[in-house]
Protein backbone atom coordinates (compact mmCIF):
# COMPACT_ATOMS: atom_id res chain seq x y z
CA UNK A 1 0.00 0.00 0.00
CA UNK A 2 1.51 3.47 -0.98
CA UNK A 3 2.10 5.31 2.18
CA UNK A 4 1.44 9.28 1.00
CA UNK A 5 -0.04 10.86 -1.11
CA UNK A 6 2.97 11.35 -3.73
CA UNK A 7 2.08 14.19 -5.35
CA UNK A 8 -1.64 14.18 -5.42
CA UNK A 9 -3.82 17.51 -5.50
CA UNK A 10 -5.49 17.66 -2.30
CA UNK A 11 -8.34 20.01 -1.62
CA UNK A 12 -9.99 21.14 1.86
CA UNK A 13 -12.18 23.60 3.16
CA UNK A 14 -11.17 24.45 6.28
CA UNK A 15 -11.32 27.38 8.03
CA UNK A 16 -10.42 27.13 11.89
CA UNK A 17 -7.85 25.52 11.07
CA UNK A 18 -6.70 26.14 7.50
CA UNK A 19 -2.78 26.04 8.58
CA UNK A 20 -2.87 22.65 10.04
CA UNK A 21 -4.43 20.84 7.54
CA UNK A 22 -2.47 22.55 4.57
CA UNK A 23 0.56 21.17 6.78
CA UNK A 24 -0.63 17.78 7.77
CA UNK A 25 -1.34 17.28 3.84
CA UNK A 26 2.16 18.49 2.78
CA UNK A 27 3.56 16.39 5.36
CA UNK A 28 1.78 13.50 3.64
CA UNK A 29 3.19 14.01 0.91
CA UNK A 30 0.16 16.44 -1.18
CA UNK A 31 -0.15 19.10 -2.98
CA UNK A 32 -2.12 21.55 -0.45
CA UNK A 33 -5.30 23.93 -1.75
CA UNK A 34 -6.78 24.85 1.05
CA UNK A 35 -9.86 27.40 0.62
CA UNK A 36 -11.78 28.68 3.42
CA UNK A 37 -15.20 27.90 3.23
CA UNK A 38 -17.19 29.08 6.52
CA UNK A 39 -16.94 32.22 8.85
CA UNK A 40 -18.35 32.08 12.31
CA UNK A 41 -20.96 34.75 12.62
CA UNK A 42 -22.07 35.82 16.33
CA UNK A 43 -26.09 35.89 16.60
CA UNK A 44 -27.13 39.11 16.21
CA UNK A 45 -29.58 38.75 18.93
CA UNK A 46 -28.11 36.90 22.08
CA UNK A 47 -31.51 36.83 23.36
CA UNK A 48 -31.79 33.13 23.85
CA UNK A 49 -28.66 32.47 25.99
CA UNK A 50 -29.56 35.33 28.26
CA UNK A 51 -32.97 33.58 28.83
CA UNK A 52 -31.27 30.38 29.14
CA UNK A 53 -29.00 32.09 31.72
CA UNK A 54 -32.05 33.28 33.95
CA UNK A 55 -33.94 30.20 33.75
CA UNK A 56 -31.03 28.06 34.73
CA UNK A 57 -30.37 30.60 37.55
CA UNK A 58 -33.84 29.90 38.61
CA UNK A 59 -33.66 26.12 38.72
CA UNK A 60 -35.76 25.72 35.24
CA UNK A 61 -33.15 23.84 33.39
CA UNK A 62 -32.65 20.33 34.40
CA UNK A 63 -29.97 19.15 31.85
CA UNK A 64 -27.61 21.20 29.43
CA UNK A 65 -26.11 19.30 26.27
CA UNK A 66 -23.29 21.67 25.03
CA UNK A 67 -22.29 20.56 21.48
CA UNK A 68 -18.77 22.46 20.34
CA UNK A 69 -16.27 24.44 22.13
CA UNK A 70 -16.42 27.68 20.44
CA UNK A 71 -19.85 27.26 21.20
CA UNK A 72 -19.23 26.98 25.06
CA UNK A 73 -16.65 29.97 25.04
CA UNK A 74 -19.03 32.21 23.16
CA UNK A 75 -22.21 31.50 25.48
CA UNK A 76 -19.94 32.26 28.78
CA UNK A 77 -19.09 35.31 27.04
CA UNK A 78 -22.31 36.13 26.57
CA UNK A 79 -23.59 35.06 29.59
CA UNK A 80 -20.87 37.42 31.76
CA UNK A 81 -22.33 40.51 30.53
CA UNK A 82 -25.56 40.07 32.48
CA UNK A 83 -24.21 37.58 35.63
CA UNK A 84 -20.92 36.78 36.69
CA UNK A 85 -19.11 33.76 35.10
CA UNK A 86 -18.92 32.11 39.21
CA UNK A 87 -22.43 32.36 39.49
CA UNK A 88 -23.22 30.79 36.16
CA UNK A 89 -20.55 28.05 36.54
CA UNK A 90 -22.34 27.35 40.31
CA UNK A 91 -25.83 26.66 38.55
CA UNK A 92 -24.27 24.46 35.98
CA UNK A 93 -22.51 22.49 38.54
CA UNK A 94 -26.21 21.80 40.19
CA UNK A 95 -27.66 19.88 37.04
CA UNK A 96 -26.08 17.15 34.84
CA UNK A 97 -24.07 18.61 31.82
CA UNK A 98 -23.53 16.23 28.49
CA UNK A 99 -20.50 16.94 26.35
CA UNK A 100 -21.03 16.01 22.78
CA UNK A 101 -16.58 15.13 22.79
CA UNK A 102 -13.41 16.61 23.31
CA UNK A 103 -14.01 19.83 21.89
CA UNK A 104 -16.65 21.05 24.58
CA UNK A 105 -15.17 18.46 27.18
CA UNK A 106 -11.74 21.13 26.82
CA UNK A 107 -13.80 23.94 27.23
CA UNK A 108 -16.33 23.40 29.66
CA UNK A 109 -12.83 21.87 31.90
CA UNK A 110 -11.23 25.77 31.66
CA UNK A 111 -14.43 27.26 33.25
CA UNK A 112 -14.39 24.16 35.98
CA UNK A 113 -17.82 23.12 34.81
CA UNK A 114 -18.01 19.22 36.30
CA UNK A 115 -19.52 17.02 33.19
CA UNK A 116 -21.71 14.07 34.01
CA UNK A 117 -21.44 12.02 30.37
CA UNK A 118 -19.13 12.57 27.39
CA UNK A 119 -20.26 11.77 23.97
CA UNK A 120 -17.70 8.88 22.41
CA UNK A 121 -16.39 9.09 18.63
CA UNK A 122 -17.48 9.66 15.87
CA UNK A 123 -19.81 12.14 18.34
CA UNK A 124 -23.08 12.49 16.33
CA UNK A 125 -26.30 13.19 17.90
CA UNK A 126 -27.08 9.65 17.20
CA UNK A 127 -24.25 8.73 19.82
CA UNK A 128 -25.42 11.34 21.94
CA UNK A 129 -28.84 9.92 21.83
CA UNK A 130 -27.00 6.60 22.89
CA UNK A 131 -25.20 7.20 25.88
CA UNK A 132 -28.32 9.19 27.32
CA UNK A 133 -30.31 5.95 26.48
CA UNK A 134 -27.80 4.14 28.49
CA UNK A 135 -27.56 6.14 31.62
CA UNK A 136 -31.01 7.08 32.14
CA UNK A 137 -31.25 6.10 35.31
CA UNK A 138 -28.92 9.24 36.11
CA UNK A 139 -29.94 11.18 33.30
CA UNK A 140 -33.95 10.92 32.82
CA UNK A 141 -35.11 12.77 30.10
CA UNK A 142 -38.83 12.11 30.66
CA UNK A 143 -40.56 15.72 31.39
CA UNK A 144 -37.31 17.15 32.22
CA UNK A 145 -36.09 20.93 30.52
CA UNK A 146 -33.18 20.27 28.59
CA UNK A 147 -31.29 23.18 27.13
CA UNK A 148 -29.44 22.41 24.01
CA UNK A 149 -26.23 24.21 22.72
CA UNK A 150 -27.24 24.35 18.95
CA UNK A 151 -24.06 25.31 16.42
CA UNK A 152 -24.59 26.81 12.91
CA UNK A 153 -27.95 24.97 12.39
CA UNK A 154 -30.12 23.50 14.24
CA UNK A 155 -30.33 19.96 14.16
CA UNK A 156 -34.00 18.70 14.21
CA UNK A 157 -32.77 14.97 14.54
CA UNK A 158 -31.38 15.73 18.02
CA UNK A 159 -34.66 17.51 19.23
CA UNK A 160 -36.38 15.31 17.97
CA UNK A 161 -34.72 12.36 19.64
CA UNK A 162 -34.89 14.02 22.81
CA UNK A 163 -38.38 15.16 22.49
CA UNK A 164 -39.56 11.29 21.77
CA UNK A 165 -37.70 10.60 24.86
CA UNK A 166 -40.25 12.95 26.62
CA UNK A 167 -37.47 15.77 27.77
CA UNK A 168 -39.03 19.45 26.77
CA UNK A 169 -36.19 21.18 24.58
CA UNK A 170 -35.05 24.63 25.11
CA UNK A 171 -32.97 25.41 21.80
CA UNK A 172 -29.56 28.03 22.72
CA UNK A 173 -28.25 28.88 19.33
CA UNK A 174 -25.50 30.55 20.35
CA UNK A 175 -23.28 31.19 16.54
CA UNK A 176 -24.28 30.62 13.00
CA UNK A 177 -22.11 29.73 10.10
CA UNK A 178 -22.49 31.69 6.68
CA UNK A 179 -20.39 31.90 3.81
CA UNK A 180 -16.92 33.80 3.28
CA UNK A 181 -17.41 37.23 3.26
CA UNK A 182 -15.46 37.26 -0.15
CA UNK A 183 -16.61 33.90 -2.07
CA UNK A 184 -14.33 34.05 -4.72
CA UNK A 185 -11.65 31.87 -3.81
CA UNK A 186 -14.92 29.47 -3.25
CA UNK A 187 -15.81 30.29 -7.11
CA UNK A 188 -12.14 29.63 -7.81
CA UNK A 189 -12.03 26.32 -6.43
CA UNK A 190 -15.38 25.26 -8.47
CA UNK A 191 -13.61 26.01 -11.67
CA UNK A 192 -10.41 24.16 -9.99
CA UNK A 193 -12.80 21.03 -9.61
CA UNK A 194 -14.41 21.60 -13.02
CA UNK A 195 -11.28 21.51 -14.78
CA UNK A 196 -9.70 17.90 -12.91
CA UNK A 197 -7.12 20.56 -11.22
CA UNK A 198 -8.22 18.31 -7.95
CA UNK A 199 -7.39 14.94 -7.12
CA UNK A 200 -8.21 14.43 -3.18
CA UNK A 201 -11.21 16.32 -1.49
CA UNK A 202 -11.11 16.13 2.51
CA UNK A 203 -13.96 16.85 4.04
CA UNK A 204 -14.19 17.73 7.53
CA UNK A 205 -17.29 19.21 7.96
CA UNK A 206 -20.72 18.99 6.58
CA UNK A 207 -21.42 22.96 6.30
CA UNK A 208 -18.22 23.07 4.19
CA UNK A 209 -19.91 20.87 1.49
CA UNK A 210 -23.14 22.55 1.95
CA UNK A 211 -21.56 26.63 1.22
CA UNK A 212 -19.23 24.69 -2.08
CA UNK A 213 -22.53 23.27 -3.54
CA UNK A 214 -24.28 26.83 -2.52
CA UNK A 215 -21.59 28.42 -4.31
CA UNK A 216 -21.67 26.09 -7.26
CA UNK A 217 -25.31 26.33 -7.84
CA UNK A 218 -24.91 30.53 -7.67
CA UNK A 219 -22.73 29.58 -10.79
CA UNK A 220 -25.33 27.21 -12.11
CA UNK A 221 -22.92 24.64 -11.56
CA UNK A 222 -24.25 21.88 -8.91
CA UNK A 223 -24.62 18.86 -11.05
CA UNK A 224 -21.00 19.28 -12.94
CA UNK A 225 -19.16 19.88 -9.94
CA UNK A 226 -21.36 16.23 -8.24
CA UNK A 227 -20.05 14.81 -11.44
CA UNK A 228 -16.37 16.30 -11.32
CA UNK A 229 -16.41 15.25 -7.32
CA UNK A 230 -17.24 11.57 -8.11
CA UNK A 231 -14.28 11.57 -9.84
CA UNK A 232 -11.99 12.52 -7.05
CA UNK A 233 -11.12 10.53 -3.72
CA UNK A 234 -13.30 11.75 -0.80
CA UNK A 235 -12.26 11.32 2.63
CA UNK A 236 -15.05 12.13 4.86
CA UNK A 237 -14.49 13.58 8.75
CA UNK A 238 -17.51 10.96 9.86
CA UNK A 239 -20.95 10.27 9.54
CA UNK A 240 -22.70 13.36 9.60
CA UNK A 241 -20.35 15.14 6.63
CA UNK A 242 -21.07 11.53 4.69
CA UNK A 243 -24.88 12.17 4.85
CA UNK A 244 -24.20 15.42 3.48
CA UNK A 245 -22.05 14.20 0.72
CA UNK A 246 -25.25 11.99 0.13
CA UNK A 247 -27.36 14.80 -0.05
CA UNK A 248 -25.05 15.83 -3.11
CA UNK A 249 -25.31 12.59 -4.96
CA UNK A 250 -21.77 11.64 -3.46
CA UNK A 251 -20.86 9.16 -1.44
CA UNK A 252 -17.17 8.97 0.52
CA UNK A 253 -14.54 6.67 -0.17
CA UNK A 254 -13.37 6.33 3.48
CA UNK A 255 -13.78 7.69 7.02
CA UNK A 256 -10.87 7.43 8.99
CA UNK A 257 -10.50 4.82 12.48
CA UNK A 258 -11.01 8.45 14.43
CA UNK A 259 -12.61 11.24 13.12
CA UNK A 260 -9.17 13.55 13.68
CA UNK A 261 -7.90 15.77 11.16
CA UNK A 262 -4.72 14.12 11.74
CA UNK A 263 -6.13 10.38 10.90
CA UNK A 264 -7.94 11.68 8.51
CA UNK A 265 -5.18 12.57 6.17
CA UNK A 266 -2.74 9.62 7.08
CA UNK A 267 -5.13 7.48 6.02
CA UNK A 268 -6.47 9.08 2.82
CA UNK A 269 -2.83 9.49 2.28
CA UNK A 270 -2.38 5.24 2.20
CA UNK A 271 -5.62 4.77 0.11
CA UNK A 272 -6.37 7.60 -2.48
CA UNK A 273 -4.24 6.54 -5.11
CA UNK A 274 -5.82 2.76 -5.41
CA UNK A 275 -9.22 3.94 -5.03
CA UNK A 276 -8.10 7.08 -7.69
CA UNK A 277 -6.78 4.39 -9.99
CA UNK A 278 -10.12 2.43 -10.02
CA UNK A 279 -12.57 5.37 -10.49
CA UNK A 280 -10.26 6.93 -13.32
CA UNK A 281 -10.16 3.59 -15.38
CA UNK A 282 -14.06 2.60 -14.83
CA UNK A 283 -12.98 -0.53 -12.35
CA UNK A 284 -13.91 -0.88 -8.80
CA UNK A 285 -10.87 -0.57 -6.48
CA UNK A 286 -8.90 -3.34 -5.16
CA UNK A 287 -9.78 -4.54 -1.68
Known amino acids: MQSDFAGLR ?11 IAKLIANSGGQSLVVSSVREVPLASNREVLEFARQLQE ?8 MTGVGVRLLARVVETAIPMATFVAALS ?30 TWRELLTVLDQ ?22 ELVAGLEQRGAVVISVPVYEWALPEDTGPLRETVSTILAGGIDVFLATAAVQIRHLFAVAEEMGLGEKLAHALSRTFIGSIGPLTSEELTRHGLSSDME ?19 VLEGKRIGTPPRA
Open 256 to 274: PSHPKMGILVKEASEQAAV
Open 59 to 66: GRVDMVVF
Open 10 to 20: VLSLESRRSQE
Open 135 to 156: QSTLLPLKQRRVALQEYGVPNP
Open 94 to 123: KIPVVARGPKPVAALRELNVPIAAIVPEPN
